[in-house]
């Protein structure tokens, strides 16, 4: 089969689209003919070298297509359009039982520490192939899985987003950001977004209420004023190093910063005063349980929450892809089809 490829750890160049072997499915498994598979910045982590990481290596985590074949005990239709929850887990553990399988202690995710949906065909245990419409296709899909469940876990489980509340989304370009955007305005919560210049009109035209532009001196100050000089009750945050210090200082009295990420680096200062005197949390999360996955997805189908799609283009640009999720050329996730 055709998939892009990589062999060891460096830059987009060392990604290659050649013939590898096809997946055989196992027990409890199926094989997917692949439709459509989405980037994220787990891709590029993954490819620049990251522990765990098998070589060579197919990534891609969101991904949708048609089930293709069954392995032993498996019990579903051929053809049936599927998208793929994308988290593992070893189903028996304390966390497993309860039903929180991102705690899980050997957690993986199918295309980080598996190879994954840049690929014509791709294995995944049926358990985690969920069913897609029959009139929803299959890019709008691939864009869906990851960055939805982020969000819905991060601001609903782990923030306790409200209506009438506020939120300030950072990086809001970004997959996760975007569906970020449309998950707190279903909740009815005021958003506040920080993006790049160009990308300021994109922001508002998801319907957030504010959109600052990052490159402004000035944008904290008026984010502050604002929110009538209070702050806001929740940081959404995957910038990590850059923005720590200002968002924490962002956050109204008794509020939640929420961290998904660290795009920017992973060692940041806090002031632990604000921390206290505020009594604010800093609360991490990734990833979500079974019963997250399917609750956003169903808001995901029926219309409730759409996803941005930036491009769709042929896996053979790879290479272009991730230069493009790299420079933050993209808003909206970058989709790629076999």
């Not at 522990?51 to 392995?71: F, M, N, Y």
């Not at 864009?143 to 509340?165: C, H, I, K």
């Not at 945050?237 to 939640?256: C, I, K, M, P, Y």
């Given at each position: ?90 189903s028996t553990c304390e966390f497993c039982l309860r039903g929180e399988k991102p705690l899980c202690a050997t957690y993986s995710i199918i295309g ?163 921390v206290f005197w505020k009594q604010v949390s800093i609360i991490g999360t990734t990833m979500s349980n079974r019963r997250e996955f399917e609750k ?43």
């Open positions: 089969m055709k998939a892009a490829v990589f062999s060891e750890f460096g830059g987009p160049e060392v990604l290659r689209v050649e013939e590898t072997a096809l997946p055989e499915p196992g027990p409890g498994e199926v094989r997917i003919a692949v439709r459509a598979s989405a980037l994220n910045h787990l891709d590029l982590w993954a490819r620049r070298g990251m522990p765990g990481i098998p070589l060579p290596h197919i990534g891609g985590s969101d991904i949708a297509g048609t089930i293709e074949s069954l392995g032993a005990g498996v019990d579903r239709r051929i053809g049936e359009p599927v998208i793929v929850d994308p988290g593992l887990s070893c980080e520490h598996t190879d994954g949906g840049f690929a014509e065909f791709v294995v995944a245990p049926s358990a985690n192939a969920y069913g897609i419409p029959a009139h929803y296709g299959f890019a709008q899909a691939a864009a869906a899985p990851l960055a939805f469940l982020t969000a819905w876990r991060g601001l609903v489980s782990r923030a306790d987003l409200g209506a009438g509340e506020s939120v300030l989304i950072t990086g809001a370009s970004g997959g996760v950001a975007v569906a970020a955007i449309a998950i707190a305005r279903h909740l009815g919560a005021t958003v506040h977004a920080i993006t790049t210049t160009e990308n300021v009109e994109r922001v508002e035209s998801l319907g957030a209420d504010h959109v600052w532009d990052r490159t402004d001196p000035g944008h904290r100050k008026a984010l502050f004023d604002a929110t009538g000089r209070r702050g806001v009750d929740v940081v959404f945050d995957s910038v990590g190093q850059a923005t720590w210090h200002e968002n924490v200082r962002s956050l109204a009295r008794g509020g939640r910063m929420v961290v998904y990420g660290a795009t920017t680096g992973h060692e940041a200062t806090t002031d632990v005063r604000h956003v997805m169903k808001l995901v189908f029926d219309g409730t929450l759409e996803p941005v799609v930036d491009v769709v283009w042929p896996l053979e640009r790879i290479r272009e892809a991730h230069e493009r999720l790299e420079n933050g050329q993209h808003f909206g996730k970058i989709v790629l089809e076999p």
